[in-house]
């Protein structure tokens, strides 16, 4: 699954770095209020999406083990089932008991091994959309900080001398709360 999040954080951290400076604003700039909160909110909609990946993923290695599990059973009553038939003769009833407990060992591993197999896949999956899910949110923590900080420069700049040409459009400071 590809993730849109650092995508949307550039296309953000790119309209705030090209947005059109302000007249003796040092770094006070002007963004598209809507396609920003957009973006946010796409960014927003993707954390559920990794969140039902990772769901997904939990759900897939149930089935996985629940199917290993109904395996192991089947070879068991095969076996089973198999060391009933040969049960007329003494010498087959030895050799069937040590086959079935053959394929019963052989089945246990197997089990076991799909079981750690399926758990070792699932943690490493878990850890890559766990990683995905940190990097994003540091994105956003580090975009929203650097956003604060060019706001509250702006708030506090001295107020220039009456302006010579045509007044400078309105500013309105943004606070956007992601937590």
Avoid at 21 to 30: H, Q, R, Y
Avoid at 51 to 74: C, G, M, P, V, Y
Avoid at 91 to 100: F, H, L, P, Y
Wanted: charged share 30%.
């Amino acid at each position: 699954m590809s993730s849109r999040i650092p995508e949307m954080l550039n296309q953000l951290h790119a309209m705030i770095t090209e947005a059109w400076g302000v007249p003796l604003g040092a770094e006070k700039c002007i963004i598209e209020r809507d396609k920003a909160l957009d973006i946010l909110d796409e960014i927003r909609g993707q954390f559920p999406t990794e969140i039902a990946e990772a769901k997904r993923l939990l759900d897939a290695r149930a089935d996985f083990i629940s199917n290993a599990k109904r395996e192991a059973d089947t070879i068991k009553r095969n076996a089973e089932e198999h060391a009933r038939r040969l049960i007329d003769e003494q010498e087959i009833i030895k050799v069937s008991r040590a086959k079935s407990n053959e394929m019963l060992t052989h089945a246990e591993t197997s089990s076991s091994e799909i079981k750690r197999l399926a758990n070792d896949y699932i943690d490493d999956a878990m850890q890559r959309t766990e990683d995905s899910l940190n990097t994003a949110l540091e994105e956003i923590k580090q975009s929203r900080q650097k956003f604060r900080q060019v706001a509250r420069a702006a708030a506090q700049a001295p107020s220039p001398a009456a302006p010579t040409g045509p007044p400078a459009p309105p500013t309105q400071q943004i606070d956007i709360d992601l937590e």
